[in-house]
């Protein structure tokens, strides 16, 4: 079953604007994990934030994370064209494994 | 950085035939391996946990006699699709943690590039 639930569903912004993705879980985890898929295509990995962490950056990422209330954020900043894709969050508790949120996909107008 | 090979990218199969999807871990090497289903727009389900050596740990739901899995090498894991349905016609993506980095919790998995499957 899946982990928890992605807001918004689907995003369109000009070039240039930041996006904002939420993410909710259920459970306790270890870490939350964003991820970046083109279409038809693989995951490739954005940034893991650990639940003892709350904020995180790479690049023109910033991840948050509120254990308290179980959600976390991925904020793109100056977004570009080639940003366009689904961005997924996943969540670690215990096994190895990942548990996916619905994702959501974003759409960079130039 | 790390490496993983699916294969074949895309398969096109008849009904009740069988088809197998290759999972390699290029440059590191992976006792755990996970199958994932994704169906058009929708997120990746787990469908089983790879363990090298071992047999597969399914997800509720899954039938283990329908996707038959065997991990027989650290580097390499396979996904059967047994006597194929159309309604088994999906995206199947598989992903690997690399053993070196430690105990795989706090590290990030990789994704090969995905497997679409139509049954006709």
């Known amino acids: 079953s899946q982990q928890g639930e992605e807001d918004p569903q689907a995003l369109s912004i000009q070039e240039g604007e930041n996006a904002t993705m939420n993410c909710s879980y259920k459970t306790s985890i270890n870490n939350l994990q964003w991820y970046r898929q083109n279409s038809g295509r693989g995951l490739v990995h954005l940034i893991l934030i650990r639940s003892n962490e709350r904020e995180k950056h790479s690049g023109r990422l910033r991840v948050t994370l509120d254990t308290s209330k179980k959600s976390s954020s991925l904020l793109i900043t100056a977004s570009r064209a080639a940003d366009t894709a689904s961005y997924f969050c996943?969540?670690?508790?215990?096994?190895?494994?990942?548990?996916f949120g619905q994702g959501t996909r974003l759409t960079i107008n130039p | 950085g790390a490496v993983v090979s699916q294969h074949p990218s895309w398969v096109i199969c008849k009904s009740g035939t069988s088809v197998k999807i290759e999972c390699r871990s290029l440059d590191f090497q992976a006792t755990t391996m996970f199958w994932y289903r994704q169906f058009p727009k929708q997120s990746l389900m787990l469908m089983a946990t790879s363990n090298e050596g071992s047999k597969a740990t399914y997800e509720q739901g899954v039938e283990k006699d329908k996707f038959l899995i065997n991990h027989a090498s650290l580097t390499l894991s396979t996904l059967t699709v047994t006597s194929a349905h159309p309604e088994d016609s999906s995206f199947y993506i598989c992903?690997?943690?690399?053993?070196?980095?430690?105990?795989?919790?706090?590290?990030?998995?990789?994704f090969g590039q995905g497997t679409r499957l139509t049954v006709v």
């Open positions: 996943a969540t670690s508790s215990g096994a190895q494994k990942l548990v």
């Open positions: 992903s690997a943690r690399d053993d070196s980095r430690g105990p795989g919790r706090n590290t990030e998995a990789f």
